[in-house]
C-alpha cells in the first residue's frame, strides 16, 4: 500500500464550475471515479455563503464527500490585507481572519490548511497555539517564483522550528519543478503574436536554466520583441526548476502537495514538470501524504479549446499510478524518518 | 483567467421607461477563481466603442441591491461568489445605441497577495435594437 495517496483540488476544475457546466458534487464524483478520493477545497470558491457555514452545512459537505467514498484533505485559505483600500489590515485582524479559517478548516474535519505564501512568518507564529489546539496543520505555499530554500521560505521553517511545533511548515506547489517550458504557454504567445523563432530562443533559453533576465533582456531589447514576445520571455521569471531532491530535506514540514500542471499529453506524460524525479524523491524518503492535482492549463487553452479538465485530470493519475509503483520498485516502501 | 466569460451578450438590455430609456443593463462574472468582498473590487470601467463611461455613471448589484462605485469601496459585508452573475447598470440616455457595437468591460480587482492590481478585460459585439 502506497503512502501517497491521491486527490484533487477542486481548483483543478474552475473551468467548468464558473461556466456553470459543473457542481462541486459532480467534481467530488469525477475525483471518485479515477480513485483520486482526497479532496481539497476552496472555501471561498465552493462555499458561496462563505464565511458563514450553518453546521447543518458542515454536515451536508461531510456527507457529501462521503457519500462517494472521498474525503476532505486541505482547506486553500486566503487573507485579505487589502480589504480596506486605504489602511491594511493590522496584525491582530489578520490573525482574526486565520483562526476564522483554521476554525471551519476543523469543523470540517481538515487537517491541512493551505496558507498563501506571502503571510508573514511572524503571524503564523502567533496563529500556532490555535493551530495546535484545532490540531489543523499550517502549511505555507511554496508556490513559483519561490522556492523550498527561498530565504522567505526558510522564514517559516526557522519559525516552525523556534516554536518546536509540528502544526507549522509548508506546503509545496508543484510549480516550481518546472523542467521544460511548457507547451501550452509557448502556442498561446504564438498565437497572440510571438515570431516562432523568438519563442524557440525563449524556450531554448529556459532548457539552458539561463537566469530569466539575461533573457528578457535579449529579447526586449536586442530582438526588439513585440508585446507577445516580451510576455513569455517575462514568464520566465516564474519559471523555475528547483531540485526535486531537496523535498526529501523538508519532507517532514508537508504532508500535503499541490500537483501543479498545465497540460498532460495523450500519453499521460507531463511535458513541462519533473514529476518523475519529484515522485522518486517522495517515495525514496517514505513521505507520507497526499498529491492533489491542480490543473491549471485552462487559461492557456480556452481561447482556441474547449477545456476539457477532467480529461487532463485523469491522464495526471495515470502518470501517478505509474510513477509511484515504478520509484516503489526502485526504492522498496520505506519507513519515513 | 476568466477575461472572455466576463460579459455575458444574451443579457444587454435597456432599463427605464420602455419609449425613453435612461441607461442600459448587462450580467457579467468576477473574472477570478474564488469569491470577492465588494471592497476589494475598485473599477468597473464600461465602455462602448471604446468610448468609457463616467466613474459615476455605473451601477453594481450582486443580488442584495445596486451600489456605486464609490458605495462599494467600503462595503465590506457583501460578497461576489465565484462564477455568479452579477448586474452592471449603466447611465446612458436612450439606452444602448441601435445597431452593431462593441461593449467593453475591464474589472480592477485589489488582490491582497499579488503585488498589482489584476485587470479583466472583455469585449464583445452588440447587435441592438
Keep these: 500500500m502506497s503512502k501517497i495517496k491521491r486527490g484533487v483540488s477542486l481548483y483543478s476544475f474552475q473551468e467548468e464550475m464558473f461556466l456553470g457546466q459543473m457542481g462541486v458534487e459532480d467534481c467530488v464524483s469525477f475525483a471518485a471515479s479515477i480513485g483520486a478520493t482526497g479532496i481539497e477545497i476552496l472555501p471561498e470558491q465552493n462555499m458561496p455563503t462563505f464565511p458563514d457555514l450553518s453546521d447543518a452545512q458542515v454536515d451536508e459537505w461531510k456527507a457529501m464527500v462521503a457519500r462517494h467514498g472521498c474525503h476532505f484533505t486541505a482547506y486553500d485559505m486566503f487573507l485579505d490585507t487589502k480589504l480596506r483600500k486605504d489602511q491594511p489590515m493590522s496584525d491582530d485582524e489578520q490573525i482574526e481572519s486565520i483562526v476564522r479559517d483554521l476554525t471551519l478548516c476543523n469543523r470540517l474535519g481538515i487537517k491541512n490548511m493551505r496558507v498563501l505564501v506571502f503571510v508573514r512568518p511572524d503571524i503564523l507564529g502567533r496563529c500556532v497555539p490555535y493551530a495546535e489546539k484545532l490540531d489543523v496543520h499550517m502549511g505555507v505555499e511554496v508556490h513559483a517564483p519561490w522556492h523550498l530554500e527561498h530565504a522567505w521560505i526558510l522564514r517559516t521553517i526557522e519559525e516552525a522550528d523556534r516554536l518546536d511545533t509540528k502544526h507549522l511548515g509548508i506546503l509545496p506547489d508543484m510549480g516550481i519543478f518546472m523542467k521544460h517550458y511548457p507547451p501550452a504557454f509557448r502556442a498561446r504567445f504564438e498565437r497572440q503574436g510571438a515570431r516562432p523563432e523568438v519563442a524557440q530562443f525563449i524556450v531554448d533559453s529556459h532548457e539552458a536554466k539561463i537566469m530569466a533576465e539575461y533573457t528578457i533582456y535579449e529579447v526586449a531589447v536586442k530582438m526588439q520583441g513585440n508585446k507577445a514576445e516580451v510576455a513569455m520571455a517575462e514568464t520566465l521569471r516564474h519559471a523555475p526548476y528547483a531540485n526535486p531532491k531537496r523535498l526529501a530535506d523538508y519532507a517532514p514540514y508537508f504532508h500535503h502537495i499541490q500537483a501543479k500542471f498545465y497540460e498532460m499529453n495523450e500519453d499521460c506524460t507531463d511535458p513541462a514538470i519533473a514529476y518523475e524525479d519529484v515522485i522518486d524523491a517522495l517515495v525514496g524518503c517514505g513521505w507520507e501524504g497526499t498529491l492533489s492535482s491542480e490543473y491549471e492549463g485552462n487559461r492557456w487553452i480556452q481561447d482556441v479549446s474547449e477545456v476539457d479538465s477532467c480529461e487532463q485530470v485523469r491522464r495526471q493519475h495515470v502518470m501517478f499510478e505509474r510513477l509511484i509503483a515504478k520509484a516503489q520498485a526502485r526504492h522498496g516502501v520505506r519507513e519515513a524518518a | ?129
Design chain 2, 1 to 129: 483567467m476568466f477575461d472572455k466569460y466576463i460579459i455575458d451578450p444574451s443579457t444587454v438590455r435597456n432599463t427605464g421607461p420602455e419609449d425613453a430609456p435612461d441607461g442600459f443593463a448587462f450580467e457579467t462574472k468576477l473574472g477570478y477563481y474564488r469569491g470577492l468582498r465588494l471592497s476589494m473590487v475598485e473599477e468597473l470601467n464600461v465602455g462602448i466603442d471604446g468610448e468609457l463611461f463616467a466613474r459615476d455613471a455605473i451601477r453594481f448589484d450582486e443580488g442584495a441591491g445596486p451600489l456605486t462605485l464609490y458605495e462599494m469601496e467600503t462595503t465590506y459585508d457583501r460578497r461576489w461568489a465565484f462564477g455568479a452573475p452579477a448586474t452592471i447598470y449603466v447611465n446612458c440616455p436612450g439606452g444602448f445605441p441601435k445597431g452593431d457595437h462593441t461593449l467593453s468591460l475591464q474589472q480592477k480587482l485589489r488582490i491582497s497577495y499579488m503585488p498589482f492590481p489584476s485587470f479583466n478585460n472583455d469585449e464583445k459585439q452588440i447587435r441592438f435594437g
